[in-house]
T-cell receptor, first 112, second 115 residues
Framework: NAGVTQTPKFRILKIGQSMTLQCAQD?????MYWYRQDPGMGLKLIYY???????DKGEVPNGYNVSRSTTEDFPLRLELAAPSQTSVYFC???????????FGQGTRLTVV | GQQLNQSPQSMFIQEGEDVSMNCTSS?????WLWYKQDPGEGPVLLIA?????ELTSNGRLTAQFGITRKDSFLNISASIPSDVGIYFC???????????????FGKGITLSVRP
């Protein structure tokens, strides 16, 4: 039972570099989400998708981009990494907008 | 935007004690969820609530969906050391079909259990 798989688990980036955080789910879920977690701040929604080909901004989308070409995959792209993007990133998926979301194990990103 | 309020930020209890956590909002939610996060892991779903007034148990955990749909609580009975972690409430709003529904999280409560 893979569930939601995120790669990589850890990454250090230099300011201005770009990278893609990968997220894949094997539960045939329609909804997928990207959150960032900062200490004491809970989880803030970056982007979400209600199905392949459809994405929408969450609460904190600036500096990020997403795409959803398949039901299974929802990559998050950082084009010009900044120190403010140092955080733990979680991907999640749910069957619908009224059902619970399941989370991956997270990607810890440090921008120096 | 929609916000969920959880306080205090930290709670310290003795092993064997019961503990209750509240989550409140000024907005109405259609679904309430409670998650637990262990260090270095992603949040794991504990209990899901789908109807106003619903009371659901999962072992030593009990959660209720408030009648006003603006609050929920989680009770943990007879706490044990492995209950340590961060407890998040989350709410789903949106319309009946769930379209445009976004999962909103509280800031979490860090629970410590003294043996």
């Amino acid at each position: 039972n893979a569930g939601v798989t995120q790669t990589p688990k850890f990454r250090i980036l230099k300011i201005g570099q770009s990278m893609t955080l990968q997220c894949a789910q094997d539960m045939n879920h329609n909804y997928m989400y990207w959150y960032r977690q900062d200490p004491g701040m809970g989880l803030k929604l970056i982007y979400y998708s209600v199905g392949a080909g459809i994405t929408d901004k969450g609460e904190v989308p600036n500096g990020y981009n997403v795409s959803r070409s398949t039901t299974e995959d929802f990559p998050l792209r950082l084009e010009l990494a900044a120190p403010s993007q140092t955080s733990v990133y979680f991907c999640a998926s749910s069957y619908s907008g009224r059902t619970e979301a399941f989370f991956g194990q997270g990607t810890r990103l440090t921008v120096v | 935007g929609q916000q969920l309020n959880q306080s205090p930020q930290s709670m310290f209890i003795q092993e064997g004690e019961d503990v209750s956590m509240n989550c409140t909002s000024s907005s109405i939610f259609n679904t309430w969820l409670w998650y637990k996060q262990d260090p270095g892991e992603g949040p794991v779903l504990l209990i899901a609530l789908y109807k106003a007034g619903e009371l659901t148990s999962n072992g030593r955990l009990t959660a209720q969906f408030g009648i006003t749909r603006k609050d929920s609580f989680l009770n943990i009975s007879a706490s044990i050391p492995s209950d340590v972690g961060i407890y998040f409430c989350a709410g789903l709003a949106g319309n009946q079909t769930g379209a445009n529904s976004k999962l909103t999280f509280g800031k979490g409560i860090t629970l410590s259990v003294r043996p």
